[in-house]
């Protein structure tokens, strides 16, 4: 079985390297994440690093390049490995946890979010600058 695992990772952390993710691994990140939402539109793709549909919803998201524009900054949150960092998001944003669940921050203030399937409906081009 742990073959299996070990396979599953090296098959996504090289399609994470051709999305230009940056991890979100503390609360000092999530900080400046706020802030630089007030210059560039930031999103934070929440993800259950255990979860099927977490993973194809992710990976669907990452294969379409199109729906990226290139005035925003991507920001991925493994919600396991960081769940303070997960709860913060929740609390500050004042949205329901969700997982998978796609997150756009512009001027401090959430103005998208979706999670599961309906991230693919999410038009990142309506909230560049």
């Known amino acids: 079985m742990g073959l299996f695992f070990n396979r599953k990772k090296k098959e996504i952390k090289p399609e ?33 690093t255990s979860c099927g549909i977490s993973r194809m919803v992710k990976l669907n ?15 991925y949150l493994d919600l396991f490995s960081y769940r303070p960092v997960s709860n913060t998001v929740s609390d500050i944003f004042r949205i329901k946890h969700e ?3 796609l ?16 991230i693919m409906d999410v038009n990142l081009w309506d909230y560049k600058n």
Do not use: Y
């Open 99 to 101: 997982s998978p669940q």
């Open 103 to 118: 997150i756009v921050v512009k001027n401090g203030e959430v103005v998208a979010h979706a999670s599961h399937d309906r």
């Open 16 to 48: 994470r390297l051709n999305f230009p993710w940056q991890d979100l691994t503390t609360l000092d990140m999530l900080e400046g994440i706020v802030e630089a939402s007030h210059s560039r539109p930031q999103v934070i793709f929440k993800h259950s």
């Open 61 to 75: 998201f990452e294969s379409d390049f199109s729906r990226i524009p290139n005035d925003m900054d991507f920001h």
